[in-house]
């Protein structure tokens, strides 16, 4: 196939209807169905990539095996599809922005006024349609983020149109994603809001194709006719998307309203074959119908917005299916546990993670948790800045280096035994400047890790300016805790783990990007039966 085909998603009515999901379940039908299938997002904002954002503002900032800081929905994108995104897949109007300007600085425009169109649409579309030359795909699915109607939105639909225009007829098609809402008084749902946001997509040249309508009710036939009619697509182009208990239903509810059907019709694609969801379905199956349950508390301090440790949460998801495990995820806030309450809040529960995270608020609650996971043998993994704090109170309680910390918490320490890496010292500019994206990491003969892993060479991805002091390795080691992980470049210590206890280990990496439902991450597998013994 020599054509690349494209679709669009698009959002209405409301955000958080969950087109990041819509969005990866048919890429998965139609990967499935033997369609070399990719996504991208693109973002309304005008940061150049959401690393300089609060996670309280945008959620987990997710890391690509190229470095690029990105949109959380990459994350689903690679979870469910389990082949990696990099820096293509995003893109912000930011970013956009930036390389305009920075080619009108060179001169590139050659004296021409440069303007939202044609400059910035142009821009737009040669990036939404970088993925597709590449001749890896079929099918690129491009998500606008934003809702139709935004005033952000305006270039990236007006590029969907001028684009959907030049690729020609059935190479470019525009599924709109709106809520159709249930007003209890009347007892009915409610078409309005999707005619009137089909009719804002319209204002601005585009016809929606498909519709895909959240609802919190079955849609009957008549509804279905009705949107129909008022909206220009064929009623089988009426897709319902009701609620879900979990997000891994969605490409199964897909199937059977024939999203991907009606979508490869429109593409004058065939079928191929019917989606092979075996493995899908197996995981499915192993976490609908777990045999144990093991509450595990996540030790953070932006544990109020779920969306901060969105890939943590679902790497839990994927190794309860691996271990037939119901996993209570019990979000504890770091700040507010001390010496005096520690016990009483970590009361009953399986296993501790240390969540990742920057600057000080917390930390001592942290450093609190690491210290009752290791002196209660109670399974514990840190992550990232976890990671950090368990070196900290290894080097605290045990060394006896009452003042020992992180530089990133206090600069100047007498004890650094967190420190700042030393090509850090003369960044200054904050944003996509740390150590990003994949690294090697040499896996110690006959530690815990290596036998997690089972293999010595391993590659995970980053996301720190602070790192494990190489001057404190052979104290730290001698009182029993190991670096059994280091970068074989560098010597940059990436995993630390305690011999003497049952499962204590610390990364200085981010496994939770690399989770997916096709690769549970062995980290969190091991972690999870470990919590599963230890409960017995
Ligand atoms: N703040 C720490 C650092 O920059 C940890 C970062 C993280 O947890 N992602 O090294």
Same mark, same amino acid.
């Given at each position: 196939m020599n054509q690349t085909k494209y679709i669009f998603v698009t959002g209405g009515v $409301? %955000? %958080?209807?969950g087109k990041g999901i819509i969005a990866a379940s048919l890429a998965k039908l139609l990967q499935a169905r033997g369609y070399r299938t990719t996504i991208q997002k693109f973002d309304p @904002? &005008?940061?150049?990539?959401?690393? $300089?954002?609060n996670p309280y503002e945008h959620g987990e900032c997710y890391v690509t095996d190229d470095g690029a800081e990105t949109d959380l929905d990459l994350g689903h994108y690679e979870r469910f599809l389990n082949v990696p995104t990099s820096q293509a897949n995003n893109v912000t109007t930011g970013r956009v922005y930036l390389s305009v300007i920075e080619k009108e600085r060179r001169g590139e425009f050659l004296g021409k006024t440069v303007q939202v169109v044609p400059h910035i649409t142009n821009e737009i579309k040669e990036r939404m349609q970088q993925l597709g030359r590449s001749g890896d795909y079929d099918i690129v699915i491009t998500e606008i983020g934003g809702t139709v109607g935004d005033i952000e939105s305006l270039p990236y639909i007006e590029s969907v149109r001028q684009l959907i225009y030049e690729l020609g007829e059935n190479n470019g098609i525009v599924i709109h994603l709106t809520l159709v809402p249930y007003l209890a008084a009347a007892g009915e749902l409610k078409t309005k809001p999707t005619q009137h946001s089909v009719k804002t997509l319209m204002e601005s040249g585009i016809k929606a194709d498909i519709l895909v309508c959240r609802t919190e009710h079955e849609l009957s036939t008549e509804l279905r006719q009705k949107l129909a009619l008022f909206c220009n697509v064929k009623s089988e182009a009426v897709i319902q998307s009701i609620d879900a208990?979990? &997000?891994?239903d969605v490409p199964n509810l897909m199937l059977e309203e024939g999203l991907d059907r009606v979508a490869l019709k429109k593409l004058d694609l065939s079928e191929k074959n019917s989606p092979d969801l075996k493995q899908w379905n197996d995981f499915l199956y192993r976490l609908k119908n777990p045999k144990h349950t093991v509450n595990i508390g996540l030790v953070g301090k932006y544990v109020e917005l779920q969306d901060s440790y969105k890939s943590i949460l679902e790497a839990f998801i994927h190794a309860g299916s691996a271990n037939e495990t119901k996993i209570n995820v019990v979000s504890i806030h770091s700040? @507010? &546990?001390d010496k005096d309450n520690v016990a009483d809040k970590l009361k009953g529960l399986d296993g501790l993670l240390v969540a990742p995270g920057f600057g000080e608020r917390g930390i001592e609650g942290k450093i609190e948790t690491v210290r009752y996971a290791r002196e209660n043998n109670l399974p514990f993994m840190g992550i990232c800045l976890g990671m950090q704090m368990a070196v900290i109170e290894y080097s605290r309680n045990i060394l006896g280096l009452k003042d020992a910390n992180s530089t990133e918490m206090n600069a100047s320490t007498a004890n650094p035994v967190i420190n700042i890496m030393e090509e850090q010292k003369t960044i200054t500019q904050k944003g996509g400047t740390m150590r990003l994206g994949s690294w090697k990491c040499t896996l110690e003969e006959g530690s815990l890790a290596r036998k997690i892993y089972g293999a010595a060479q391993i590659e995970e991805r980053h996301r720190h300016r602070y790192e494990f002091n190489g001057k404190y390795r052979e104290a730290l080691e001698s009182a029993?805790?190991?670096? %059994?992980?280091?970068?074989?470049? $560098?010597?940059?210590?990436e995993v630390i783990e305690l011999e003497s206890h049952p499962f204590f280990i610390g990364v200085q990496y981010h496994p939770e990007y690399k989770s997916t439902v096709a690769n549970p991450h062995p980290l969190f597998v091991h972690f999870v039966k470990a919590a599963v013994a230890a409960k017995r």
């Open positions: $409301t %955000s %958080s209807l @904002y &005008i940061n150049v990539d959401p690393g $300089t954002l208990s979990t &997000i891994y700040e @507010y &546990i029993g805790l190991k670096a %059994s992980g280091v970068n074989p470049d $560098t010597g940059l210590v």
